[in-house]
């Protein structure tokens, strides 16, 4: 098998070394003769595995204690939902910013559960920046706000959050949770599907204030779409995706042995330069879709001067063996998602191939 260098959105690279221990236990997990996936959710051994995954995310985002860690099923997208459901009582409103095609279907879900509003948009950029707050129109009804941290298919991401303080600020950081340090603290909840920098499909993260949990009135909501229901049974109320929470323990394991958060940060922003720097440099053959200010440091979106070259670079990556270069088909041209487990060499490979497919067209 030759090298794949894989760029793929999500779900997306994985940690060799989170991949390398799981093939070690796979077939005998801690002894017990089972594989992980055969163990029952109720049992000894797979509690441990529950707690410790969830002990270790705490620990890697400086997690305070009054916040409820869920591990959910039904992706991001049911987040959309979700959230509303708990956290939208009918005399107020949800707060949407929109910067992509993910903002959007989160606005649409929580439009068919109460009143929403569009705090702002930057839909006229064509996505390619992020709006600045300071003269949104807040109201004193605002049941949250919600932004989405990383917009992985534009290449957006918000470099600094809002500071909210009359209602909670609620983040999809789908794309972009564990790339860098950030201060939980600002926010009510953060929701991400796992696929992208956490582990691998089938498992969501939820990082909720317990307050807002409790506070949530919910009587009408189906058991299985409270957070209560999953707060009060710690994630186990029915059977939980025990080999993605497993998977995701591993792939933690790997980020606190590599130095954790701060680490990551720093090798994220190299990748991100290093593909930045070619585009910059490239005399305008590459165009970054992202307005510099709004850069994201996990997808890199790209295009080509025309789509006859765009086909033909996106070819030639394939024959050399890069995966998952193509845009998004809303936006066309290229994307790098270079998330958390796609190594430097990987980023390194990509510029030669960007400078070499430029010199030679
Ligand atoms: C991928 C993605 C989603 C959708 O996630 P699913 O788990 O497939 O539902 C939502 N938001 C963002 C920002 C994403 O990148």
Known sequence: MSTVYNFNAGPAALPKAALEAAQKELLNFNNTGMSVMELSHRSKDYDAVH?????????????????????????????????????????????????GSWSEKALKEATLIGETNVLASTKDSNYSTIPDLKDAPFTDNDAYVHITSNNTIYGTQWKQFPSISHAPLVADMSSDILSKKIDVN????????????LGPSGVTVVIVKKELVQQAQVEHVPTMLRYGTFADHDSLYNTPPTFGIYLLGKVLEWAESIGGLEKLEQVNEEKAKILYDTIDSSDGFYKGHA???????????????NEELSKSFLSLAKERGFVGLNGHRSIGGCRASIYNAVPIEACMALRDLMNEFKSNN
């Open 51 to 99: 707690q410790q995954t969830k002990q270790l995310l705490k620990k890697l985002l400086s997690i305070p204690d009054t916040y409820d860690i869920l591990f959910l099923q039904g992706g991001a997208s049911l987040q959309f939902a979700m959230l509303p459901y708990n956290l939208l009582p009918q005399n107020k409103v949800g707060q949407y910013v929109l910067t």
């Open 186 to 197: 600002q926010f009510g909840m953060i929701y991400a599907g796992a696929q992208k920098n």
């Open 291 to 305: 307005h510099p200010s709004s850069r994201s440091s996990m997808n890199v979106t790209f295009t080509l001067p």
